[in-house]
């Protein structure tokens, strides 16, 4: 569903879950809730009681006090899964998990063998990203991936720009050791 969805960020991905309430604000923030509860946005700009964690560990960062949308750059090709809890989770979840928890499961670089260019243009969105997945040993394989994306600033009504236009360069590896057992 995911890859089939079209969506290439994690906040387009979340937009599947119907328990989830998924806004863009500009060319780089989003800002998802559940249960339509989002914090003060005037005053902090993020989510802040929404526990979101990719592969077991969180990305909320204490010092703004939420997740940076923008930065969580996990290719859709490589998501197993993404399990949404919704309700109040903080007594099993800790204090960020007021509303809910997202966690973001990715596939083992054992399943992403080979190599994957992908490349995409929009009016207001270019993206360029190349990823390959090799063996070291029959139990150690890895999974290499660089990406640039650019987003256009948004338009305004009167025609203008909103100034909110921005570009990243990520990178990222992985390496699974799974011993073999001939017992």
């Not at 992403?112 to 993206?127: H, W």
């Not at 139990?139 to 909110?164: I, M, Q, V």
């Not at 921005?166 to 590896?173: E, I, L, V």
């Amino acid at each position: 569903d995911i890859i089939r969805s079209g969506a290439t960020t994690i906040p387009e991905i979340l937009r599947l879950a119907p328990n989830l309430q998924v806004n863009q604000t500009s060319a780089s923030h989003y800002v998802i809730s559940a249960r339509g509860f989002s914090g003060n946005i005037g005053d902090q700009n993020f989510t802040n009681q929404l526990l979101v964690l990719i592969d077991g560990r969180s990305v909320y960062t204490p010092l703004y006090s939420g997740v940076y949308w923008d930065m969580q750059d996990v290719p859709p090709q490589n998501i197993e899964r993404i399990e949404v809890i919704s309700g109040p989770g903080a007594t099993l979840w800790g204090a960020n998990a007021v509303n809910g928890v997202i966690n973001i499961i990715t596939r083992n670089s054992a399943d992403t063998q080979g190599g994957v260019l992908t490349l995409g243009a929009g009016n207001l969105e270019r993206d360029a990203a190349i990823q390959y997945g090799g063996r070291l040993s029959p139990d150690l394989t890895y999974r290499l991936h660089a990406e640039y994306s650019a987003f256009s600033a948004f338009p305004l009504a009167n025609g203008g720009n909103a100034g909110d236009a921005w570009s990243k360069r990520t990178g990222d590896f992985r390496l699974d050791w799974t011993p073999y057992n001939d017992h």
